[in-house]
């Protein structure tokens, strides 16, 4: 595993999609823990995960070439 900087992210999945989204995610090795939330918004899923090295962000990418999810950079403080 390469290190590099941690960047926390907020993945949105159309529930339809979640499936193929864990898929890469084994694939990968399961590079990075996820959490699994309940959005607002009917018929999607949030995905909570940190990429902090190059094996993730690979899935990441990968992921959302294939599934057409929306990632959104979460600011810590």
């Known amino acids: 595993m390469t290190p ?4 926390n992210y907020i993945v949105q999945i159309d529930n339809f999609h979640l ?3 864990i898929f890469y ?3 990968y090795g399961q590079p990075c823990p ?5 959005p607002k918004t009917e018929g999607l899923t949030a ?5 902090d090295s190059d094996e ?3 899935f990441l990418l990968r992921a959302k070439e294939k599934t ?3 990632l959104y950079t979460v600011e810590t403080q």
Not at 34 to 38: E, H, V
């Open 68 to 70: 057409g999810c929306r």
């Open 56 to 58: 993730a962000a690979s």
């Open 19 to 21: 499936g193929e989204f």
């Open 34 to 38: 996820l959490l699994l939330q309940k």
């Open 4 to 7: 590099r900087i941690p960047i």
């Open 25 to 27: 995610w084994n694939y």
């Open 47 to 51: 995905i909570r995960l940190v990429v």
